[in-house]
């Protein structure tokens, strides 16, 4: 399917849906190594959902989000079961309340400053 956007030069530009995305940066690609270790010790600790304790963790919530440096601060992490997982993003605010998301930008510091 096509989409169509008006420029100055033509009045009707076709636009492929569904391209591939770009691949990640070299950097950021690294941080996702380091994730996948990150992420099995992390499951490994905690084999329970930390919500309702009652069903086996797959999923990695990140309480305050995966921007830079917070992909793989473990400090933020919370191991739940794929149904809390989707509860959590699903209720934003009783998530809030109840400390499953974090408002990064005026909770936390910034971890990709030095100090």
């Known amino acids: 399917m096509y989409l169509t956007r008006k420029t100055p030069l033509r009045s009707k530009t076709p636009l492929k849906r ?3 995305l770009r691949g990640a ?7 996702y190594r380091e994730y ?3 992420k099995g010790a992390y499951l490994a ?3 329970q959902c930390e919500r309702c304790k009652n069903k086996k963790s797959t999923d990695i919530h990140h ?3 995966r921007v830079g440096q ?7 992490f919370a191991a739940l079961c794929r149904e809390c997982h989707d509860w959590v993003h699903a209720n934003g605010r009783d998530a809030r309340k109840l400390g499953w998301i974090i408002d ?3 909770a ?3 971890p990709d400053q030095e100090p």
């Open 18 to 20: 569904g391209g591939r």
């Open 25 to 31: 940066s070299p950097k950021r690609a690294k941080q």
């Open 36 to 38: 996948d270790k990150v």
């Open 45 to 47: 600790l905690h084999p």
């Open 63 to 65: 309480k305050a989000g």
């Open 70 to 76: 917070w992909l793989c601060k473990y400090e933020y």
């Open 104 to 106: 990064i930008v005026h």
């Open 108 to 110: 936390l510091p910034n």
